[in-house]
């Protein structure tokens, strides 16, 4: 069962997941680009697994490509929801 994707939840998400790939809980906010978290593509496609798991969206490259920041990512993901 997925859960809602609301903003909130959608950043809760983001955030634990990416807490383990080691970056720093402080350093994860709205305007913080993927380059700044020294985030790859890896840890990005498994950060799509994570969502849809979660929530059951499916986010391909074409979908992110423009993506540039958590906060852009957390918008993406919640207007889907």
């Not at 807490?19 to 709205?30: A, K, L, N, S, W």
């Amino acid at each position: 069962m997925s859960a809602q994707a609301t903003t909130e939840t959608v950043l809760d998400v983001v955030t634990e997941t990416l807490t383990g790939f080691g970056t720093e809980r402080e350093q994860i906010t709205p305007t913080a680009t993927f380059e700044e978290l020294d985030i790859d593509s890896l840890d990005l496609a498994e950060l799509a697994q994570v969502v849809e798991e979660r929530f059951g969206i499916q986010l391909r490259g074409a979908d992110v490509k423009d993506v540039k920041t958590i906060g852009d990512l957390v918008e993406l993901i919640a207007a889907r929801g």
